[in-house]
T-cell receptor, first 113, second 114 residues
Framework: AQTVTQSQPEMSVQEAETVTLSCTYD???????LFWYKQPPSRQMILVIR??????QNATENRFSVNFQKAAKSFSLKISDSQLGDAAMYFC??????????FGTGTRLQVTL | GAVVSQHPSWVICKSGTSVKIECRSL??????MFWYRQFPKKSLMLMAT?????????EQGVEKDKFLINHASLTLSTLTVTSAHPEDSSFYIC??????????FGSGTRLTVV
């Protein structure tokens, strides 16, 4: 079975600074997708970024980018120019051939002034 | 963009009664929907995978007789919590698979059993 590990329960970043959230996963599959989701206090799950395993190029969405290291099974999220609205729970997730999402335990991000 | 509507957003029911939660894809057809349970400050735990026109596939440890899932159309899946008890109180979230590895989430339902 696939597992997703987020080793940072909480992180803090100052506004306008950069923060990196860590995620590792374990799988024997070669074709899969990785995701970062944001869950603000409203608890609505919001897709931040998605990476296809067969693509070597790291995905980027505005201030959000990933460092995808397939051999190391690592998928970290970098948030640049952090904003107060970035404060939320961030979940790393994996989807393989079974199509269902497996989530990590989450990282709570605080953004301070 | 793709929208999934989940109702109700919150519900309070008496112990022993049943409650139904609806998950509806508004602008796309979802052959596969997923139901999650989330405890406070915890991650999402997959309960079951619902496929249109067939029986749901439940994750290990999830009581299929307590959590009834029906996916009767390409746009609607329902979760019924039968004979609810206080330990069933939780936040339930549905997700619809839009296309190849595209997932859209409902806004969730907070269930309180008193």
């Amino acid at each position: 079975a696939q597992t997703v590990t987020q080793s940072q329960p909480e992180m803090s970043v100052q506004e306008a600074e950069t923060v990196t959230l860590s995620c590792t996963y374990d799988t024997s599959e070669s074709d899969y997708y990785l995701f970062w989701y944001k869950q603000p206090p409203s608890r609505q799950m919001i897709l931040v970024i998605r990476q296809e395993a067969y693509k070597q190029q790291n995905a980027t969405e505005n201030r959000f980018s990933v460092n995808f290291q397939k051999a190391a099974k690592s998928f970290s999220l970098k948030i640049s120019d952090s904003q107060l609205g970035d404060a939320a729970m961030y979940f790393c997730a994996y989807a393989g051939t079974a199509s269902k999402l497996t989530f990590g335990t989450g990282t709570r991000l605080q953004v301070t002034l | 963009g793709a929208v999934v509507s989940q109702h109700p957003s919150w519900v309070i029911c008496k112990s022993g009664t049943s409650v139904k939660i609806e998950c509806r894809s508004l602008d796309f057809q979802a052959t596969t929907m997923f139901w999650y349970r989330q405890f406070p400050k915890k991650s999402l735990m997959l309960m079951a995978t619902s496929n249109e026109g067939s029986k749901a596939t439940y994750e290990q440890g999830v009581e299929k007789d307590k959590f009834l899932i029906n996916h009767a159309s390409l746009t609607l899946s329902t979760l019924t919590v039968t004979s609810a008890h206080p330990e069933d109180s939780s936040f339930y979230i549905c997700s619809a698979k839009q296309n190849h590895y595209g997932y859209t989430f409902g806004s969730g339902t907070r269930l309180t059993v008193v």
